[in-house]
Protein backbone atom coordinates (compact mmCIF):
# COMPACT_ATOMS: atom_id res chain seq x y z
CA UNK A 1 0.00 0.00 0.00
CA UNK A 2 1.14 3.64 -1.26
CA UNK A 3 1.84 6.22 1.48
CA UNK A 4 -1.05 8.06 -0.24
CA UNK A 5 -3.34 5.54 0.45
CA UNK A 6 -2.03 5.21 4.40
CA UNK A 7 -2.47 9.21 4.74
CA UNK A 8 -6.06 8.99 3.68
CA UNK A 9 -7.18 6.01 5.74
CA UNK A 10 -5.28 8.02 8.46
CA UNK A 11 -7.23 11.22 8.21
CA UNK A 12 -10.42 9.24 7.19
CA UNK A 13 -12.15 9.95 10.62
CA UNK A 14 -11.29 13.14 11.14
CA UNK A 15 -12.95 13.88 7.38
CA UNK A 16 -16.43 12.10 8.80
CA UNK A 17 -16.42 13.47 11.64
CA UNK A 18 -16.19 17.19 10.15
CA UNK A 19 -18.81 16.41 7.51
CA UNK A 20 -21.20 15.11 10.45
CA UNK A 21 -20.59 18.03 12.53
CA UNK A 22 -21.32 19.86 9.22
CA UNK A 23 -24.63 18.53 8.59
CA UNK A 24 -25.78 18.42 11.80
CA UNK A 25 -25.37 22.70 12.37
CA UNK A 26 -27.38 22.99 8.80
CA UNK A 27 -30.31 20.82 10.40
CA UNK A 28 -29.75 22.82 13.84
CA UNK A 29 -29.42 26.37 11.21
CA UNK A 30 -33.23 28.06 11.00
CA UNK A 31 -33.67 28.30 6.57
CA UNK A 32 -32.45 31.73 5.22
CA UNK A 33 -35.79 34.45 5.38
CA UNK A 34 -37.56 32.55 7.43
CA UNK A 35 -38.12 33.57 11.36
CA UNK A 36 -38.96 30.94 13.55
CA UNK A 37 -41.93 32.32 16.58
CA UNK A 38 -43.76 30.99 19.01
CA UNK A 39 -47.69 30.75 18.42
CA UNK A 40 -49.40 33.47 18.91
CA UNK A 41 -52.02 33.73 22.37
CA UNK A 42 -55.27 33.42 21.94
CA UNK A 43 -56.88 36.74 21.91
CA UNK A 44 -59.06 37.60 24.86
CA UNK A 45 -62.88 38.37 24.21
CA UNK A 46 -63.94 41.76 24.21
CA UNK A 47 -65.54 43.67 26.88
CA UNK A 48 -69.09 44.62 26.80
CA UNK A 49 -70.62 42.04 23.79
CA UNK A 50 -73.45 41.05 26.11
CA UNK A 51 -72.33 37.54 25.60
CA UNK A 52 -73.17 34.62 27.99
CA UNK A 53 -69.78 33.13 29.92
CA UNK A 54 -68.18 30.27 28.36
CA UNK A 55 -69.41 27.91 31.73
CA UNK A 56 -72.91 29.31 30.75
CA UNK A 57 -73.38 30.36 34.34
CA UNK A 58 -75.28 33.47 34.79
CA UNK A 59 -73.07 35.88 36.42
CA UNK A 60 -75.74 37.74 38.58
CA UNK A 61 -73.89 41.09 36.96
CA UNK A 62 -74.94 44.56 35.46
CA UNK A 63 -77.97 44.26 33.96
CA UNK A 64 -79.28 40.97 35.43
CA UNK A 65 -82.61 40.71 36.10
CA UNK A 66 -83.78 38.61 39.33
CA UNK A 67 -87.45 38.08 38.53
CA UNK A 68 -90.48 39.57 36.35
CA UNK A 69 -91.98 41.51 39.38
CA UNK A 70 -92.13 44.76 40.72
CA UNK A 71 -88.44 46.08 40.73
CA UNK A 72 -88.61 47.36 43.82
CA UNK A 73 -90.64 44.75 45.86
CA UNK A 74 -90.36 41.57 44.16
CA UNK A 75 -94.03 41.24 43.79
CA UNK A 76 -95.89 40.47 40.68
CA UNK A 77 -97.56 43.27 39.07
CA UNK A 78 -100.78 43.59 38.26
CA UNK A 79 -101.31 42.97 33.91
CA UNK A 80 -103.69 45.44 34.07
CA UNK A 81 -103.13 48.23 36.77
CA UNK A 82 -99.36 47.68 37.20
CA UNK A 83 -100.72 47.30 41.36
CA UNK A 84 -98.36 45.08 43.11
CA UNK A 85 -101.37 43.21 45.24
CA UNK A 86 -101.90 45.82 47.98
CA UNK A 87 -105.44 46.85 47.92
CA UNK A 88 -108.02 49.20 50.12
CA UNK A 89 -111.73 48.79 51.14
CA UNK A 90 -114.73 49.33 50.03
CA UNK A 91 -115.04 53.11 51.06
CA UNK A 92 -118.07 54.08 53.22
CA UNK A 93 -120.54 53.46 50.30
CA UNK A 94 -119.81 49.85 50.04
CA UNK A 95 -117.64 50.08 46.64
CA UNK A 96 -116.90 47.42 44.72
CA UNK A 97 -115.06 45.33 47.22
CA UNK A 98 -117.53 44.68 49.78
CA UNK A 99 -119.96 46.53 52.36
CA UNK A 100 -119.46 49.90 54.24
CA UNK A 101 -120.64 51.37 57.05
CA UNK A 102 -123.88 52.82 55.11
CA UNK A 103 -124.92 48.84 54.26
CA UNK A 104 -125.39 47.91 58.01
CA UNK A 105 -129.04 49.35 58.38
CA UNK A 106 -131.85 50.31 56.42
CA UNK A 107 -134.16 52.26 57.51
CA UNK A 108 -137.16 54.53 56.47
CA UNK A 109 -137.21 58.43 55.78
CA UNK A 110 -139.30 61.13 54.01
CA UNK A 111 -139.03 62.38 50.74
CA UNK A 112 -140.59 64.12 48.23
CA UNK A 113 -141.93 61.08 47.01
CA UNK A 114 -143.09 60.19 50.37
CA UNK A 115 -141.80 57.67 52.37
CA UNK A 116 -138.77 55.60 51.36
CA UNK A 117 -136.23 53.38 51.78
CA UNK A 118 -133.00 54.04 53.27
CA UNK A 119 -129.27 53.36 54.05
CA UNK A 120 -126.97 54.30 57.41
CA UNK A 121 -126.81 57.30 56.30
CA UNK A 122 -129.81 58.28 55.33
CA UNK A 123 -129.24 58.52 51.41
CA UNK A 124 -131.92 56.80 49.13
CA UNK A 125 -132.23 53.46 47.70
CA UNK A 126 -133.33 51.85 44.44
CA UNK A 127 -134.29 49.19 42.67
CA UNK A 128 -134.16 47.83 38.83
CA UNK A 129 -137.44 46.38 37.22
CA UNK A 130 -134.96 44.86 34.62
CA UNK A 131 -134.24 42.71 37.73
CA UNK A 132 -135.57 39.70 38.99
CA UNK A 133 -137.20 39.44 42.65
CA UNK A 134 -138.11 35.14 42.34
CA UNK A 135 -135.37 34.43 42.19
CA UNK A 136 -134.17 37.54 43.10
CA UNK A 137 -131.05 37.87 40.41
CA UNK A 138 -129.26 41.49 39.06
CA UNK A 139 -129.23 42.32 36.07
CA UNK A 140 -126.28 45.35 36.54
CA UNK A 141 -123.08 43.58 36.40
CA UNK A 142 -121.49 45.63 33.55
CA UNK A 143 -118.53 47.85 35.31
CA UNK A 144 -120.50 51.36 33.96
CA UNK A 145 -123.65 50.04 35.98
CA UNK A 146 -121.88 49.30 38.78
CA UNK A 147 -120.54 52.65 39.02
CA UNK A 148 -123.77 54.37 38.70
CA UNK A 149 -125.73 52.22 40.67
CA UNK A 150 -123.54 50.57 43.59
CA UNK A 151 -125.11 47.73 44.99
CA UNK A 152 -126.00 47.44 48.66
CA UNK A 153 -123.47 44.89 49.64
CA UNK A 154 -123.70 42.30 52.57
CA UNK A 155 -120.47 40.84 54.37
CA UNK A 156 -122.49 37.31 53.40
CA UNK A 157 -125.33 35.43 52.98
CA UNK A 158 -126.67 35.58 56.37
CA UNK A 159 -125.63 38.60 57.48
CA UNK A 160 -128.36 41.03 57.00
CA UNK A 161 -128.53 44.36 57.84
CA UNK A 162 -130.29 46.86 61.08
CA UNK A 163 -133.62 47.05 60.14
CA UNK A 164 -135.45 50.39 61.00
CA UNK A 165 -138.97 50.60 63.31
CA UNK A 166 -141.73 49.59 60.46
CA UNK A 167 -139.73 47.61 58.26
CA UNK A 168 -140.61 43.97 58.18
CA UNK A 169 -137.48 41.97 58.71
CA UNK A 170 -139.60 39.17 56.36
CA UNK A 171 -138.49 41.54 53.17
CA UNK A 172 -135.24 41.60 53.70
CA UNK A 173 -132.89 38.57 52.16
CA UNK A 174 -129.52 38.63 49.94
CA UNK A 175 -128.56 37.29 46.88
CA UNK A 176 -125.29 35.79 45.78
CA UNK A 177 -124.03 38.15 42.59
CA UNK A 178 -122.16 36.26 39.93
CA UNK A 179 -118.92 37.53 41.12
CA UNK A 180 -119.42 36.06 44.67
CA UNK A 181 -120.32 39.17 46.55
CA UNK A 182 -123.55 39.36 48.40
CA UNK A 183 -126.28 41.91 48.06
CA UNK A 184 -129.18 42.85 49.85
CA UNK A 185 -132.42 43.03 48.81
CA UNK A 186 -135.82 44.21 49.75
CA UNK A 187 -139.17 42.52 49.12
CA UNK A 188 -137.10 40.25 46.83
CA UNK A 189 -135.73 43.57 44.88
CA UNK A 190 -131.79 43.92 44.81
CA UNK A 191 -130.54 47.58 46.12
CA UNK A 192 -128.69 50.14 44.88
CA UNK A 193 -127.55 53.52 45.69
CA UNK A 194 -127.37 56.42 43.14
CA UNK A 195 -123.73 57.52 42.55
CA UNK A 196 -125.70 61.29 41.44
CA UNK A 197 -127.35 61.60 44.69
CA UNK A 198 -125.01 63.78 46.15
CA UNK A 199 -126.91 64.28 49.45
CA UNK A 200 -128.76 62.44 51.60
CA UNK A 201 -132.72 62.38 51.07
CA UNK A 202 -132.35 62.97 47.22
CA UNK A 203 -133.95 61.15 44.84
CA UNK A 204 -131.96 62.37 41.30
CA UNK A 205 -132.44 58.75 40.21
CA UNK A 206 -136.27 58.03 40.73
CA UNK A 207 -137.49 57.04 36.97
CA UNK A 208 -134.27 56.78 35.24
CA UNK A 209 -134.23 55.45 31.84
CA UNK A 210 -137.57 54.05 33.08
CA UNK A 211 -136.31 51.25 34.81
CA UNK A 212 -134.97 52.55 38.33
CA UNK A 213 -137.05 53.63 40.70
CA UNK A 214 -136.83 54.73 44.84
CA UNK A 215 -137.46 51.41 46.93
CA UNK A 216 -140.76 52.25 49.34
CA UNK A 217 -140.28 50.72 52.99
CA UNK A 218 -142.38 47.84 51.47
CA UNK A 219 -139.74 46.70 49.01
CA UNK A 220 -141.73 47.83 45.94
CA UNK A 221 -141.17 50.82 43.51
CA UNK A 222 -142.65 54.20 44.75
CA UNK A 223 -144.71 56.28 42.81
CA UNK A 224 -145.60 59.55 41.91
Known sequence: MSDSSGSLITRLPTVLWIAGATLAA???TPVVGQTVTDPPPP????SGTGEEPSDGQDTGGPGYSGGAG???TGEPADPDTGDTGSGGDGGDGGGES???PADRLIDIAESV???IAVDAEGRTLYLSVLDSTDPPASACLSRECLENWPPVYLPDGTTLPDLGEGIDAGLLGALERPDGTWQATLGGWPLYRYAGDDEPGEVAGDGMGGTWFAVSPEGAPTVR
Not at 43 to 46: D, L, Q, R, T
Open 98 to 100: GPG
Open 113 to 115: LGR
Open 43 to 46: AAAP
Open 70 to 72: DSA
Open 26 to 28: GAL
